[in-house]
Nanobody
Framework: QVRLVESGGGLVQTGGSLRLSCAASGLTFSNYVVGWFRQAPGKEREFVAGLSWDGSPIEGTNSVKGRFTVSMDNAKNTVYLQMNSLKSEDTDVYYC???????????????WGRGTQVTVSS
């Protein structure tokens, strides 16, 4: 059984940083495209950023470029989302995902975590 478990969310002030973690069991991240999505109630989900199976970065929404970075620790089978210079508009539930070997613009991952809330206060 595949499980993706996110952690590291919470409340942070504008301009602050958070690092989200996603630990996997039942699959090996390095065999898949891995990605972070975010979604707030009533909003469409948004692809934030990801990594290809070979570790190549995959860019997501323009609003986080230069501020958010995805990395992977293969030994721990864990993916991270480092979020810097946080803004109020980054407030969302963030989801870790994995699926497929090749990135496409219509990436629709097979596996999802349950999400972790990030709240940025001004």
């Amino acid at each position: 059984q595949v499980r993706l478990v996110e952690s590291g969310g919470g409340l942070v002030q504008t301009g602050g940083s958070l690092r989200l973690s996603c630990a996997a069991s039942g699959l090996t991240f390095s065999n898949y495209v891995v990605g972070w999505f975010r979604q707030a109630p009533g909003k469409e989900r948004e692809f934030v950023a990801g990594l290809s199976w070979d570790g190549s970065p995959i860019e997501g929404t323009n609003s986080v470029k230069g501020r958010f970075t995805v990395s992977m620790d293969n030994a721990k089978n864990t993916v991270y989302l480092q979020m810097n210079s946080l803004k109020s508009e980054d407030t969302d539930v963030y989801y870790c995902t994995a699926g497929g070997r090749d990135w496409t613009p219509d990436y629709d991952p097979t596996y999802w975590g349950r999400g972790t809330q990030v709240t940025v206060s001004s």
